[in-house]
Structures are given as C-alpha cells and as structure tokens.
C-alpha cells in the first residue's frame, strides 16, 4: 500500500515509517526540510500519487512551558498546517483514509477523559492555543466526511518516549528530562532539579506501542477518535525514583523547584473503547521501556545536550 507520513523525521514519524517499510509498504516521507506545510500548495507534488493512507503527524509545539509562551504562533502556524494538509487531503486524495494525532491537553482537566468528552469544556489554560488547533483538526476530519463521506481515524495520547528521541535545540518531554537531569547528575553534574513539588501524575505511552495499536486498527476502524492509553498513571517522583534506581543515583539528592511550570496535575485518558477494540492488548511495561530509552538514551552520549 502507499503511505504519506507528515511529520516523517519526528519522533513519532521515524518509528511509523520505520515500521512501515518493514511491512513492504511504500511510503512516502514529507518534513519541514523538504516541504513547509504551511504554505499553500506544498503538497501539490505528491499529486500524482493515490497514496491509500495520509497520517498527518507534522505539528509546530515543543514540550514544557512553550505551549504558554507562544500561543499566538502555535495558533497561527497550526492552523495553517492543519488547513492546508486537510485541504489537500479533499483536493487530491479524497481516496485515501486519514489518520490524525489528537492529544490529552484537548481534554478539560478534572473531565471524565473518554473521547465523547474531547470537544467538552475548556483546555488547561497553559495548553489552551495547542489543544484547540488539536480540537479543530478533529472538528476538520468530522466535518469533510459528513459533507463528503471520507474516511479518517484520529488518535488522542499523552506523553510519548522511547528510543530515538532526538531534542537537540528543542524543550523535551518530561521523562526525556528527567532522564538527561538524573543521568548528568550520576555523571557528575549537578543534582537534578524538577519542576512542581513531583505530585502531579502523567502516563507514559511507548512510542512503538502507539505505532503497533495504530497499524493494527487503520483497516478495519474508521470515523472514529481512540485514546491510546494503559490507564495507568504515576507521579513524577514515582518515574524520577524508578529512573535514578536505573542509572544508580540517590533518589533523595534529587530536587523540586514549585515555581516552575506543572500544566496539570492529572491526566490519565480513559482506555475502554481501546481495549473494546484489541482486547488482548498488552503494552511495554513502564520499567521494560525505561529501561530500553535509558540505556538508548546514555549510549548515544546525549545527557549533556
């Protein structure tokens, strides 16, 4: 089958694609080096291709507090990508099925966290720009297939980590952090330093279990938002104690600076309609896959960068 991927060199993109090369698939691979979606027209080259499947990864965030420092141009810049991949999508590929990253932030916090809740209330104040631009490419898929009957999937997640998680330049994910903070500081750095008291609670998603959920629903589901979630989520201090018994560091050296930014305090996204639908799902143990992105992570020498 032919595949486009945006988004293809990210984090996410390089297992998607990864992983549909080795199935035989072709696919086509589209990044800001090559094609700035946010122009008009910048995907008019692949024209000439039916691809069967679009997965629209390419999104303009960082993680952190970036979010609340530049929600006029995440707003801006997401907003045009969105237009312009959808509008591409109805042009020159009606044909073909598109598969949408959603995200947790689009939630309301202290909402039931199930996909009929995704348009409910208002975003966590610090997300809001990023979680609505998120909320109005779902609103993009829903409103093509009423008025022209195609076809899409969207997938809401949360924090996302794994092998292969290049930040050079760019605010990582908070367990990346944790990680390059605790690994540097058994290194001899300083001691780690993590932001909010440590109370506040995500979940983990291993990169290659939302590749693996994804590729096995893209067929046979459709016209639907699913949450891929474990259901499981723990404190921040809970991960940096699991990560300093990893690399050998004394969990009590470590630090809490509350003035910096947390986001929410809670975000945990309901899994039944997932596990309805691959009930015998099983996902990489949270220690397994600390393990593996530690161990990844430290051989590429990147604690310092």
């Not at 080795?22 to 692949?46: I, M, P, R, W, Y």
């Not at 952190?64 to 109805?90: A, E, R, Y």
């Not at 966290?113 to 109005?136: D, I, Q, V």
């Not at 058994?186 to 330093?193: I, N, Y």
Request: charged share 20%; glycine share 8%; proline share 2%.
């Amino acid at each position: 089958m032919k595949f486009l991927v945006t988004g293809a060199l990210g984090f996410l993109g390089r297992h998607l694609c990864k992983s549909l090369e080795e199935q035989g698939h072709e696919v086509t691979k589209v990044s800001s080096k090559t094609c700035n979606l946010s122009k008009d027209g910048a995907l008019n080259q692949f024209d000439s291709i039916k691809f069967d499947y679009i997965f629209h990864l390419a999104v303009w965030v960082q993680a952190g507090d970036f979010p609340s420092l530049h929600q006029g141009d995440i707003w801006l810049m997401n907003q045009k990508i969105n237009t312009n991949v959808l509008s591409w999508w109805k042009e020159s590929q009606i044909q073909a099925k598109l598969i949408a990253m959603g995200t947790s932030c689009a939630y309301a916090p202290g909402a039931d966290l199930k996909e009929e809740n995704y348009l409910e209330g208002l975003p966590h104040s610090s997300l809001f720009s990023y979680a609505m631009t998120k909320r109005m490419l779902y609103n993009g898929l829903v409103s093509l297939n009423k008025q022209y009957g195609m076809k899409y999937l969207c997938f809401a997640f949360s924090a996302l980590y794994g092998t292969e998680y290049f930040h050079k330049g760019k605010q990582c994910h908070f367990i990346i952090d944790l990680i390059r903070k605790i690994a540097g500081a058994k290194a001899g750095g300083e001691p780690p330093v993590l932001w909010g008291d440590g109370y506040q609670k995500r979940e983990l998603l291993f990169v290659t279990d939302l590749v693996d959920v994804m590729l096995n629903l893209i067929e046979h589901e459709e016209n639907k938002l699913i949450n891929v979630s474990s259901g499981e989520e723990h404190t921040i201090r809970h991960f940096a104690k699991l990560i300093c018994q990893e690399v050998g560091y004394d969990f009590e050296n470590v630090q809490y600076d509350i003035s910096k930014y947390v986001g929410a305090k809670s975000k945990c996204l309901n899994n039944g309609l997932l596990k309805s639908l691959l009930p015998s799902l099983a996902f990489t143990p949270l220690q397994e896959g600390l393990e593996k992105t530690i161990s990844w992570y430290i051989g590429q020498d990147l604690i310092k960068s």
